[in-house]
C-alpha cells in the first residue's frame, strides 16, 4: 500500500487498492495542478466479460473521474491480436478480429457499471496501429534492445527454461507504452504484473520530448482456482455483472 499520507487523503478508503505510484511525488504534483488530468486504462477484450481485477482499477478512476479527471480508456483491439506476455509461462492464444469484436459488443456497458460514460474518452488502439507502415513497426521495434527486453521476470523465467518466446510478445509492451503516447496520458493505471509495461511507456514518452506518465500499480487478484491471478483469458475470473 502508498506510503505517503497525502496520497492517502486523495484516494481515502481506496489507497488501500494501491500497491505502488511511480513517482508519487508526480502524481501529487499533477493533482495540484487544477487541471483535469488524462488518466489511461487499457484493457484488451480476450473475453466477453469484464472481471472485478478491472474493477478495481476502475474504481479507483471513478473515484477520479468524481474530482473532475478524464478517463481514457483503450479497447485494446490490436493488442489482444497480439497477446500480453505479462505474467505468463507461455504464448497466449492469438485470437481473431471476429472473436474481438464479439467479445466487445457489451463492453460498454459493464464499464458503465462503474463509470460515468459521458464522462469517459474511450478508443480503440486500432486507431493509430492499423495505418501504420512495416517500416513504422520497425521503428517502433528500434525503440527497445533484446537485452532491455530480456529484463522482464516472465521472460527471464521461459528462457531459462528453454520455453519459446516468439517476437511478437516482444512487441506486444511496445503498443502498449505507444497508446501512452498517442493519448497523452498523465497517469496509467495498471496491475503490478504490468509494471515493465507502464515503465517502457515512461521511456517511449521521454523519447517523445513530452512529460512522463505517472504508472499508478495495484496488486493482483486470485482466480477462483485459488493459484494463478485473475485473468479473463485464463477462465478463473468473476465478471464484474
Known sequence: ???????????????????????????????????????????????????????????????????????????????????????????????????????????????GVVLDMDKVELRRNSEWFAPMTFMEVLGLADRMTVQQMMERDSFQTRYQANEPISVREFIYCLMQAWDSVMVKADVELGGQDQTFNLTVARKFMVQEGVEPQVNLLTPLLEGTDGQAKMSKSLGNSIGVT
Do not use: C
Open 1 to 111: 500500500m502508498i506510503d505517503d499520507g497525502r496520497l492517502r487523503e486523495h484516494f481515502g478508503a481506496l489507497a488501500r487498492t494501491i500497491e505502488a505510484v511511480v513517482p508519487e511525488a508526480d502524481l501529487l504534483r499533477k493533482l495540484d495542478q487544477n487541471r483535469p488530468l488524462r488518466l489511461k486504462l487499457g484493457i484488451d477484450p480476450t473475453s466477453p466479460t469484464l472481471h472485478i481485477g478491472n474493477a478495481v482499477q476502475l474504481w479507483l478512476l471513478r473515484h477520479l473521474q468524481d474530482q473532475g479527471h478524464l478517463p481514457v480508456l483503450i479497447l485494446g483491439d490490436y493488442t489482444a491480436s497480439v497477446g500480453d506476455p505479462s505474467g505468463r509461462d507461455k504464448t497466449r492464444p492469438v485470437l481473431t478480429q471476429e472473436q474481438i469484436e464479439e467479445n466487445l459488443r457489451t463492453w460498454r456497458e459493464q464499464i
